[in-house]
Nanobody
Framework: QVQLVESGGGLVQAGGSLRLSCAAS????????MGWYRQAPGKQRELVAG???????NYADSVKGRFTISRDNVKNTVYLQMNSLKPEDTAVYYC??????????????WGQGTQVTVSS
């Protein structure tokens, strides 16, 4: 059993900052890719940022230069530092981890989602 628990969402004014966290727990042999997605009302879920086990990162064009993804492999936690927030960043943010739970058993797990609202 694996759980991903997110925290850090909330309401912030445009130009402000938030830091999201996502901690994985349970039967974990290892975690390869960790990432953050978001889904705004009426829109499809989209990738915001990803980070590999080696620390290589990728970002959506819309957040480059403003968001930073990082991970703590000891704590099995991924973070998303969001600066210079804009109203269009408003969405439910989900973490996604690719986790090895046993021999030859790899699955993608999702967090429960955390709301980020940016007021203008």
């Amino acid at each position: 059993q694996v759980q991903l628990v997110e925290s850090g969402g909330g309401l912030v004014q445009a130009g402000g900052s938030l830091r999201l966290s996502c901690a994985a727990s349970g039967s974990i042999f290892g975690i390869s890719t960790m990432g953050w997605y978001r889904q705004a009302p009426g829109k499809q879920r989209e990738l915001v940022a990803g980070i590999t086990s080696g620390g290589r990162t990728n970002y959506a064009d819309s957040v480059k230069g403003r968001f930073t993804i990082s991970r703590d492999n000891v704590k099995n936690t991924v973070y998303l530092q969001m600066n210079s927030l804009k109203p269009e960043d408003t969405a439910v943010y989900y973490c996604n981890n690719r986790i090895t739970t046993g021999p030859n058993t790899v699955r993608n797990f999702w967090g429960q989602g955390t709301q980020v609202t940016v007021s203008s």
